[in-house]
């Protein structure tokens, strides 16, 4: 385990270097090679008792400002007399957060820190803050799984990207075939947030380690209908939902199913989704009970006013509902925005009908920690 | 081909709304559950006749520009009416770049891009002119390969992320062996950023489904030795040539042919890399021709006094490295400021002492416009 995670940033003094650095030149080999004078800072740190501090240059800024879901709200920080602003805070309670610094009212990703949000509506940094007992999502050494960035064509969308996690071992047993989760992101995240901010493999490879989950392949589809739908709104917008259905259904799972050694029945299917992509995985699965035996949704994002609409297929008959699936899961954090539509409009609905679901309720709103919370807690109940 | 690269941003009324966005919170899912006013701009556009416009909301700030590699200059944008600020310019040469805004002095990426430039000291976004024939780095429909991001763990630096990009028909030929290029970074580069930025990945896919390039397994691994070396400097400097060199044959090379069907000869191995990694691909290959018989630099970082240390595999006899290298091919671009160490000082001394190799000048400077160029000339030398 590091406890310090250190990200240097040099500051320099020639104009035209940096003006070369701007554009997305090698950096330190030119910096060497044309003698350019260098102070150097780490732009953030997490000391052993998780204090953290960060940096960032702005020597013309008139306020800096930590904005994070670290804190309860933003935190001030202060310029040092080279024009690096800075702050310590905490302690912070261990987990993965994204971070960003509110320059003059601009929001800046940390340029010291490579780990970014991936994200098609804001740039934010990852803070990787260990504690002294790893995680579920810490980077353990046991075996690992591979994330593997896979192209296919789409008939209606064209070429698409998506991420496939197959579980340690995979490669070394050309015989044996593993059910499949898939996991869909938010609304404006990307195929790569739910590895790079929701660390999905290395929960896994830590379950499966400790015998707590089924070896199962992970797919991790980009959830936007683009370019047919515009990177706007929701991806459980009706639209969206129309398009994504052709691509998921005819395209993808094909694809997959064709490409790895998949249990191509429903009692081997799981799928599951935060937010935009957790109503796109309710609907999905609810309306596609011959497909899938698990339905999980992560703070879904549903309407009150879709409630009846999105969940047509289950709403027919609750009772085959109940007996079909093997596990309706759904889970929100009891600050998050979607909480009262999920608690008071959908559940309710749900127990009228006799739908028989999980509930599970995390402190916390609609965050990427909570949804490490919430994989790592159903992972553990797929495919038993 | 897709012509427009369009990608919507929405600026809010609901100042709480926006600090949860700028949280990481999925975007659209809340502007929809809260009912948030929206207004939408595209932030990236590209006409057919390679116009780019770009958008970047601050009302507040006296004065953004674009910095990229696309034009000469930074490009001034204007303020509308809604506080977005625009620029339009162009024609654009077909290629991938690098661009960020420079906002009153500080650089930000574009947040409605999710196409980020993988780097440790800088954030820049990559956008796509694609024009109107397909480049050799384009997302063409051939056969894919696959790149496999894959976790080992180093006796020196502890877990390690290297990305793995095997050929179109690997997976599907359990008995058939590849040759292996090793493909290095620069130096405040990361692992990802031979694909995300160089498309090592694409340009393989197409030059091998065109018959022009072999078959090959392309290795990218972090190149710095962190966290025994911190992440300043560039990545030739002697510490950390020296102790990524123990992770890079002690552990990574033995992980490699461990988990992947390679050709373990000196024939079947080539390795290459950019700017400080090409200081690195140099010193690896030529002090171990063993190993390897093609060595390639992309505007290799090397500084003359560095030259007879880190060539002495190759110094001390000429006529035998002449012999065991089938390929040892360097490549800058006129305006890089590597060029003049490279064309003045060191090819002079390879000259002096009659060793050979292919010199490679483009136009252009230190970029991965040219780092592109490189890799889709280079690949098609190798392995025959």
Not at 66 to 72: A, L, S, Y
Not at 124 to 132: E, I, R, T
Not at 336 to 355: E, Q, R, S
Request: proline residues 5%.
């Amino acid at each position: 385990m590091k406890h310090i995670n250190k990200t240097a940033v040099r500051s320099f003094a020639k104009s035209a270097l940096v003006g070369m650095l701007c554009l997305g030149t090698s950096f330190s080999a030119l910096a060497q090679a044309m003698g350019g004078a260098a102070t150097l800072f780490i732009s953030n740190e997490v000391s052993k008792d998780n204090m953290v501090t960060l940096r960032f240059n702005a020597p013309k800024a008139n306020d800096v400002k930590v904005v994070t879901q670290m804190t309860k709200s933003p935190v001030q920080m202060k310029k040092n007399d080279k024009g690096v602003w800075e702050a310590t805070f905490g302690p912070v309670k261990p987990d993965m957060y994204p971070y960003a610094f509110n320059v003059d009212g601009i929001q800046v990703a940390d340029p010291g820190n490579s780990n970014i949000f991936p994200n098609e509506n804001f740039q934010n940094s990852v803070l990787d803050v260990q504690g002294a007992t790893p995680l579920i999502h810490a980077i353990k050494n046991v075996p690992h799984g591979i994330v593997s960035y896979r192209n296919y064509t789409s008939k209606e969308l064209g070429a698409r990207q998506v991420l496939v996690y197959t579980p340690p071992g995979y490669e070394n047993n050309p015989s044996k075939k593993y059910p499949v989760l898939y996991l869909l992101h938010g609304s404006s995240d990307t195929e790569e947030t739910w590895t790079k901010v929701g660390r999905a493999n290395f929960i896994l490879d830590n379950l499966i380690s400790e015998g707590k989950a089924k070896e199962m392949i992970i797919v991790m589809p980009y959830g936007r209908a683009y370019p047919t739908i515009t990177k706007t709104g929701s991806l459980r917008d009706w639209p969206n939902l129309q398009e994504f259905k052709k691509d998921f259904f005819g395209n993808l799972m094909p694809f997959i199913e064709k490409n790895y050694r998949t249990i191509n029945e429903k009692d081997s299917r799981a799928i599951a989704g935060f937010s935009g992509g957790g109503g796109t995985s309710l609907y999905f699965g609810l309306n596609n009970q011959d497909k899938f035996s698990y339905v999980v949704g992560f703070a879904p994002g549903m309407l009150k006013n879709e409630i009846d609409r999105n969940n047509a297929g289950a709403f027919e008959n609750p009772e085959k509902t109940n007996k079909q699936l093997k596990l309706f899961w759904i889970g929100v954090g009891t600050e998050d925005p979607t909480y009262g539509t999920i608690k008071n409009d959908y559940m309710t609905v749900l127990d009228a009908k006799k739908i028989k679901y999980e509930s599970f309720f995390s402190d916390g709103g609609h965050t990427w920690m909570n949804c490490k919370l919430f994989l790592s807690t159903v992972a553990q109940k797929l495919f038993k």
